[in-house]
């Protein structure tokens, strides 16, 4: 046994050169974004390809993560106060995220000084009926046209309502329904082995992504939107570090540092795709190995990607104060409130799709101020790197939600998650990236004792 623990160390370091790779695939895609900027608007198709890659993954994972999180549990109150709890926490953190980027950006009144030309304008009424939908269609669209085509078509919000009703009817089928609970489990390894092999491709993905990104933007057209772009940043960052992560030590006693380094790669993986929903299953596994209970991860973590959305109130409120005073027509406090909560319950279910902020902000700007319309022009050369920084804060928003949850729920494990912190029981990433389990590994020195 010692032996096989010693050589353990030595395997695990495999899973890091992946890591490695996607860093130089990212400064090897800015390099020749500089270089040759038509050669890297050439390569996003590589960066589309590998989200889109995992994004294929999301609903399977979503599916298998409910209904084993839910079916398992006996007591379907148990899973109402989870979820309504949470839900009541997205609502209310949501306003908060909106009042910071609305003072941050009375502050520094983004926007001053910058011209709209003429190629940029038709840009905002593009956007507008990508991003145009009213509140009735959203709540229409939960309801997917048959029981599985939720699965088929991809939609975050159908697969989470199809998830919960077979999790629900699961638990009341009891004893007769462990045959399918089991089956549902199998399902689930064979869709984290697929993830698995799919993120192998990280690497291709971040260096076509930046790639495309730097080339279609160069240095001159970040030049002028510098202090909305910054002032962004470090909006979100003080979001992170002043509100959450004050309320994770408060109500859990856990450190947001120890939290966000435990998720560095997942850090590193939204970085690179510009899409949070690329660390989505990546985010489930690692709150269940952390000590949060399954059936509180798999309500908390799902439903977060669709109704947290910190860093999306911030972008959305920011941008909007942005557009106004660039087209020398600022918004009243009063149209401010009721715009940005408007385009808070427009964005729900498009928290991980990369650019759909950009079209969530339009149609608000098309329902509520049309003469500002053409004004999302002068945000598309910077979204893309602010969909970074959206990213980024969604995710840490949705980390600290699960822990959260799972300490006013009395469903975490503390002496699991300071052993996960301290080091002494780090993620598993063999199981996950390499796609070999532990268990399998533990067999032969078993055998050999």
């Not at 969604?394 to 975490?412: C, D, H, Q, Y």
Request: hydrophobic letters at 50%; aromatic letters at 8%.
């Amino acid at each position: 046994m010692a032996g096989n623990d010693a050589a353990t160390p030595r395997r695990r370091d495999r899973t890091h050169y992946l890591y490695i790779a996607v860093i130089v695939a990212v400064l090897a895609g800015i390099a020749v974004g500089f270089a040759a900027p038509d050669v890297g608007k050439a390569l996003k198709p590589l960066g589309t390809g590998f989200v889109n890659l995992i994004k294929m993954m999301i609903s399977p994972v979503i599916f298998c993560t409910i209904v084993l999180g839910v079916g398992g549990v006996r007591k379907a109150a148990k899973v109402g106060k989870v979820g309504g709890l949470a839900l009541a926490y997205f609502m209310v953190m949501s306003v908060v995220a909106l009042i910071i980027g609305m003072l941050v950006g009375n502050v520094l009144h983004p926007g001053t000084g910058v011209h709209l030309s003429h190629e940029l304008a038709g840009e905002g009424a593009k956007q507008a009926g990508e991003g145009a939908e009213s509140t009735t269609d959203f709540l229409l669209g939960i309801i997917p046209k048959t029981l599985v085509s939720a699965l088929t078509e991809g939609e975050v919000l159908q697969t989470l309502l199809v998830a919960l009703l077979a999790g629900f009817a699961l638990q009341a089928l009891g004893e007769k329904g462990e045959p399918i609970l089991r089956g549902i489990e199998h399902a689930q390894r064979l869709v984290f082995k697929i993830l698995s092999m799919v993120m192998w491709a990280a690497p291709i993905g971040a260096f076509g992504a930046i790639a495309a990104v730097v080339g279609a933007t160069g240095v001159d057209a970040l030049k002028s939107l510098a202090v909305v772009m910054i002032g962004f940043y470090v909006t979100c960052l003080l979001f992170v570090c002043v509100i959450l992560g004050p309320m994770l030590w408060a109500f859990a006693r856990v450190n947001i540092f120890s939290l966000l380094r435990y998720l560095g790669r997942e850090f590193l993986l939204i970085l690179s795709t510009s899409s949070s929903e690329a660390a989505l299953p990546r985010l489930i596994a690692k709150m269940e190995h952390l000590g949060v209970s399954k059936p509180v991860v798999g309500i908390t973590v799902p439903t977060g990607y669709s109704f947290n959305l910190d860093g999306t109130a911030i972008y959305l409120t920011m941008a909007s104060l942005f557009i106004a005073t660039a087209m020398g027509d600022p918004l009243s406090f009063g149209e401010q409130v009721s715009l940005l909560l408007f385009m808070i319950i427009a964005s729900k279910g498009a928290a991980g799709v990369s650019g759909a902020g950009l079209a969530t902000l339009a149609g608000g700007l098309q329902s509520h101020r049309p003469e500002l319309l053409d004004g999302v022009g002068l945000i598309v050369g910077i979204d893309r790197f602010m969909s970074e920084a959206r990213a980024l804060t969604n995710f840490a928003g949705n980390a600290v939600a699960t822990v959260l949850m799972g300490a006013w729920t009395k469903e975490l494990d503390r002496d699991q998650m300071h052993r996960v912190f301290s080091g002494e029981a780090p993620f598993d990433e063999r199981s996950y990236v390499d796609g070999e389990s532990a268990t399998a590994e533990r067999e032969p020195a078993a055998t050999a004792s």
